[in-house]
């Protein structure tokens, strides 16, 4: 669900009826930044700051980033340090501290189970990220967008404190890693932390098998994931094709095969077009422990997502205008990315056109080893001749969208640039709509979190996870 649409409060509210809550662990280091530059108005994160085990890091990020008043009108959030190889011990130091208060609040007051989920393909930030989630707690570990391989390891050895290295994919070089030294980091020693259990999202069968086959990659469940689901999509199998109005077109190949995924003896959820309660009793049919559900949550009321977007998301829905896309170039992943077809966002073309090109953010970057040896980063939603001037195609280049601003943008923490530009959002959700319709039709306004399970399981509360 992008950036802290799948918040703690969210986490929280599902994590107390039975179920798992799982928060967005994208991008946090910036979320707690700019929360505390908002002045931290229910003083939540301060208060998960004072829940940290060295108080002395939770200070310097309060010194640095916490404003009581918050800002003023018109005035830019301050940067955060983007994701590296080499990495400055504020960055860790920031991205441990916004998974650590995001789970912790989350887990805050209850003793439901509560989860993370990464992309694979923010290497960069995985360690740090994954270690502050572990100091506060957290149950599971859920990663997709890529092949988890490293992850169960990782996991390992941070629940002992071991300084870790984890391979990350460099283009035109080999064998580079992102370090993290808990015990040089920290300064203090600590008692061992409880592994999270950790799933794989994967979206074919035949990746599933290969993870299982070894036992240091292989997971302790999967999530399997089909294209219908919001977010980024796993690309067609094959070549690509188009339809009629520009989107993607899936086809069996995509579909995994349960039976198979069943047979790897591994628990499993199905996600994707799963949320309705014919959906997770056909998911229990098939052998899966159940379903994870995304668009149902984003538009409740504990979601992250801006009060103004969701009202306007519901709108459309009950008057059976959504349009929900299958868009093949937003994301600079290269991925295919749902996108909700909205006004004043970036789904609308002049929306696009207005905006200054550039990537100041720079999650979704990537790096690049030049001739003489030397590490840059790029991004194909960069300037255009930046881009070119790091060894890219323009091609490549084409239809991209920024949704490091823009998904910040969605949670009411986008940027106001200096010369008063203030970064639009771009929504997304599933394309199956159908669950969302009918709760429209059950609640005149919102819903709540706890009302989306209790309409999933059929009656309150009755079947855990």
């Not at 998960?48 to 002395?56: D, I, K, S």
């Not at 070549?239 to 086809?251: A, I, M």
């Not at 829905?317 to 077809?341: E, H, I, M, N, W």
């Not at 991004?379 to 930046?386: D, L, N, R």
């Amino acid at each position: 669900m992008g950036v802290a649409v799948s918040s703690w409060r969210l986490a929280s509210a599902v994590a107390r009826t039975g179920q798992l809550g799982l928060v967005s662990g994208t991008a946090l280091d910036l979320v707690l930044a700019r929360r505390l530059q908002d002045g931290d108005q229910d003083g939540a994160a301060r208060r998960a700051l004072g829940a940290f085990p060295v108080p002395r890091i939770a200070q310097r990020v309060l010194a640095r980033y916490f404003r009581a008043d918050g800002r003023r009108a018109g005035q830019p959030y301050a940067p955060v340090p983007r994701l590296a190889l080499r990495q400055t011990r504020l960055a860790q130091e920031l991205m441990v501290l916004g998974s650590f208060v995001e789970v912790w609040l989350a887990k805050e007051g209850h003793d439901g189970l509560v989860g993370i989920n990464f992309l694979e393909k923010v290497q960069m930030a995985t360690p740090t990220a994954t270690y502050g989630s572990m100091l506060a707690g957290v149950d599971y570990v859920v990663m997709g967008a890529g092949i988890p391989r490293d992850i169960p390891q990782l996991l390992d050895h941070l629940s002992g404190h071991e300084a870790v290295k984890l391979p990350v994919t460099v283009t035109g070089g080999s064998g580079h890693t992102v370090d993290l030294d808990p015990e040089a980091l920290l300064g203090i020693p600590l008692e061992p932390l409880v592994r999270p259990t950790f799933l794989a999202i994967v979206s074919a069968h035949a990746l599933a098998a290969h993870l299982v086959r070894d036992e240091k990659v292989r997971p302790d469940g999967f999530v399997v994931e089909g294209p219908p689901a919001g977010g980024h999509n796993a690309p067609p199998r094959g070549r690509l094709t188009l339809d009629d109005t520009g989107q993607p077109v899936f086809g069996p190949r995509d579909q995994a095969d349960v039976s198979k995924v069943a047979e790897l003896g591994l628990p499993f959820w199905l996600a994707g077009a799963h949320g309705t309660p014919e959906a997770l009793a056909a998911a229990e049919e098939s052998g899966a422990a159940g379903v994870q559900v995304g668009t149902l949550f984003a538009l409740s009321e504990e979601s992250g997502l801006d009060p103004a977007l969701r009202d306007d998301v519901l709108a459309r829905l009950r008057a059976g205008t959504l349009d929900v896309r299958t868009d093949p170039l937003a994301s600079p992943t290269g991925f295919p990315f749902k996108v909700v077809q909205l006004p004043a966002t970036l789904s609308d073309a002049s929306v696009v056109a207005e905006r200054p090109r550039l990537c100041d953010l720079g999650y979704l970057r990537t790096p690049l080893e030049r001739t003489d040896g030397t590490i840059t980063y790029r991004c194909p939603a960069e300037p255009v001749h930046m881009y070119e001037r790091k060894g890219g195609d323009a091609a490549d280049t084409v239809g991209r969208s920024c949704l490091c601003n823009s998904l910040a943008a969605n949670v009411g923490l986008g940027q106001t640039r200096g010369d008063g530009y203030v970064e639009p959002p771009l929504v997304t959700l599933g394309v199956d709509v159908d669950g969302a319709t009918r709760l429209a039709a059950r609640h005149p306004g919102t819903w709540t979190a706890v009302e989306v399970v209790d309409w999933l399981l059929g009656s309150p509360q009755t079947r855990p996870l």
